[in-house]
């Protein structure tokens, strides 16, 4: 994608925890990814962004599973199950590594499941490496 392309697309970071939401933000600006980020803390104003402001835009969600009002479960459901909004790639981005909760969240359509290390270094680590990846994924819209 080049820089015009990318400049409306927009990451939504639906994160409750301030230190982990701005860890994420900051290593994403450091890969220079020309994305806007758009940060929620629970799941129901993200829900509400998509089907209300954030309608139509190109988007790409970070998604933390625990989350209050509305918990990523959730979120993940109505995102894969409205047709408006099926096809926004969705990453998982938590701590927890149960396999049955891996499992339901790809049986609800998440693109991608990742675990948050607890470590600073390795959590720093991984949100670099997603950047890198997030730079080379092409989103729809």
Not at 5 to 30: C, F, Q, S
Not at 80 to 103: C, G
Request: charged share 25%; with cysteine; proline share 5%.
């Amino acid at each position: 994608m080049n820089a015009e392309m990318t400049a409306d697309v927009r990451i939504l970071l639906v994160e409750d925890d301030p230190g982990h939401a701005l860890l994420i933000e900051k290593n994403l600006r450091r890969a220079g990814l020309p994305y806007r980020i758009v940060k929620f803390e629970d799941g129901r104003k993200a829900v509400d962004y998509l089907f209300g402001e954030g309608h139509g835009q190109t988007i790409l969600m970070l998604l933390d599973l625990n989350l209050p009002v509305m918990d990523g479960y959730q979120v993940l459901k109505i995102v894969k199950n409205d047709e408006r909004t099926k096809l926004i790639p969705v990453v998982m981005l938590t701590t927890t590594d149960n396999p049955q909760e891996i499992a339901k969240c790809y049986e609800l359509g998440c693109n991608m499941y990742m675990t948050k290390p607890v470590d600073y270094g390795q959590f720093s680590e991984a949100i670099r490496n997603l950047s890198g990846f997030l730079s080379l994924v092409k989103v729809p819209g």
